[in-house]
């Protein structure tokens, strides 16, 4: 089954929607407090210690450049084969069957080149994160 | 001062020199009248001497024995002193009756001492000495006289003299009082001693010379004899008789003349003294002395003399004094009479002033009222506001009461809320966590695919009431903040209710205290009301007084104002009399 | 460390000794054996790295950790003498802080990232970039 098929995990993040492929998403998490990183940077709000594994905490908002979500509870744990991170969501919407562009890259460079879309979810449009691609971006940014 | 050194002595050496001329009369008459046996001259002077010499000398000293404090005062023992002074001047005064009796005591007793000591004498009979004691005894009074005479003048020098060294007037008549007037009864004595003295020596010599001549006559019995005897008989008389009666004669001349002198001499001295104080030269007075009333005049004169200087030199200090007294006077009345012109100008003030204070004083008695009346109004609306005051205050009370209910209740509200909010907050949790677990089974349920699609369903179903449960709890919250708010007002609302009732008890406590303040400043003000109205009875009372004495001082003024103007008048007068009297006394050159 | 000091995501080593540092809100942790004196710091003494400056917070006194030819100013430390656990740094970590992340250590629970003293006193010399 494709991504498409299987569905996303559609989740707020300010004022943007944003989908993460459901195989992708491991968990929707409650934060406890984070713990900053040294010289870390915006976009990386911190870690937290999730069953005996660290993840880091980015805010998609403030690396795509638009308000962040510095201050949700909630976050979506995307695992990939190098590791893991974790995305804070405002609002999880739930997991949706999206529609419209779901593999054009939203830009070329950047962050932009690893968003798809822009697709459409029930809840609204969407730019759906390539986990593998953030992740790269993500580690080498760090 | 020695001045009057010796003075003892000059003054009664007269006496013996008297003596020396009555023991010459004595002997010449002696000579031609006694018979002195031949043989016995020599006893005879030498008998006559020793009871010369010895009479001389007890006689001066009985007479020195009077002198003493003069004499002190000539040696210097005693000191001068007014009362040695005055002792001095009545020893001096006594000294010339003291002569004449102790003259006359011992040219008795030495007559008699001659006529006896002769007559003891180998040859010589008791008619011999008896009659050469009578010779001494005759003529005993004519020289005690003539030594009273001769040392009266002396005396009077001395006295002088003594009067000079310090004696006032009053000191010479308090020592010699002008009381004894004996001039007739020594005018008397001197004429008998003037008329006796001859005619017994005269007496005696006709007798004698009769008894001789009879003597001779029965002598012989010659007629021829008889007729010669008669014939030289007056011829054997003449010369003895004429040398006696001349020798007598002289005497008594020369104590008529020593006599008539010391009488005229104090009066003389009086007269020119009265000239002089005629002519106006008043200076110190000097003693003029004299003897019985001639001393009575001299003193009294002396005495006139020193009143007169003192009424005088009194009359010049007065004259002075009365013209600056004048002088002061007018200057005074001048003061007077500007000062009654001020007076006058100041009563006029006054009485318009009184008037004014009469007008105030109404004035201030209707303010008074007015201010008693609005006291009253005061008061009585401060009462009122006591009362509303104290209403107030109840209700502030009860409102806070009412406050403090609310404030419990929403104390207890609030921790109700508090317990809602919990149990909400829990269902919250549960919610969010039901919400959460339903998530990832949806999303397990979606990775399983076809295989966990139900699961998704249920898991889906079950995020939907965890979400309407999440609504419901987000409402409850909503609601709670609602109350929250409304507590917070209500209990905002309440603190300001309680800060405002605090407020207003304060205010109400306040506003009791101003009422208080205000009733007490009320009842000062009627007490002072009162008072004032008093005072104003008072000032109404003491304005009329004023108003009287006014008057009475414009009147006494007035008469003031006539007194000043009788005064001028007579101190004009007065200066007038200061001016004669001054010159008056300016007539006498009183020395100072 | 090297890669290989570093524990792999299945391991998890025990770290024995530790110096826990405060700077801000925030706290870091250096094995004890890193650090070879302490001492006092004020603004205005030696110049020294700032950990501060790694975290955007101003500068202020606090302790001297010297090893070394390298240096490091904490606000405040304590030495932590217990075995800790040692969660191995991330992947998407691994570059980060310069390469002086070394894991993470739970001394009281809260996590705190172990790092390297003379790695990080290098990384905040450059500009904690």
Redesign the interface.
Known sequence: MSDAQRGHLVFACGSSLYAVPAERAAEVVSLPQLTRVPGAPPHLLGVFAHRGEVIPVIDMGVLVGTKGEATSRRAVLVRVPRGSLALTAGRVAGVSTLTGELTTPLGSSGVQAHLRGPAKAPSGEVAIIDPEGMFELLSKGA | MSSLKGLNRWVTLPSIWAGLIGVLLAVVYVAFTAEIRSGTRWQFAVILGVVVLVANLLGDSFEQSRLKTLKGLGLGTESQTRENLMKALVEASRIPDTVFVSSMAFWVVGAFTVGLVYSLLPGVGWSEGSRLAFIGIALGPLVSVLAHLTVLRRVRDVMSRIAALGLTTGDLVRALPADRYQLRRRFVLFMAVSAITPLVFLCDLGARTAFALLDALLKTTDAAAQQGVLASAPAAGVVPLAVIAGLTLVVVISCGWIGGRSLGEPLQLITAATQRIADGKLGKSTMIPAEDELWGVSAAFASMEHQLLTALRQLKDAGVKISSTTEELISSSLKHEAGAADQTGALSQTSATTEELARSAKQIAQNASDVSRQAQAMLDSAQHGKRSAGAFYASILRVREGNQAIADSVVRLNKRVQQVGRIVEFIDGIADKSDLLALNAELEGTKAGDVGRGFSLVAAEMRRLSESVMASTREINRLIEEIRDATNAAVMATEAGVKATDAGSALARQVTESLDRIVDFANQTSDAVKAITLATHQQQAGTDQLATAMSDILRSTQNALGATAQMSSANADLSTLSGELQKTVSRFEVAP | MSAAERPS?EE?QEIEGLVLCR?GE???AFPAAAVGSIDQWEPGGVPAPQ?RV??GLPVVAGKLLVRGGFSLVVDGLEIVTDRAKL????????????GA?RG?V?PAG????L?GLAE?SA??TRG??
């Not at chain 3, 809260?110 to 990232?113: A, E, G, H, W, Y």
């Open positions: 995501p998890s700077v925030n706290h870091i950990s790694a975290f969660l191995p740094v991330p992947a998407m970590l691994l570059g980060a802080v310069g992340l993470f739970q809260s996590l705190v990232p790092l990080f990384f905040v904690a970039h």
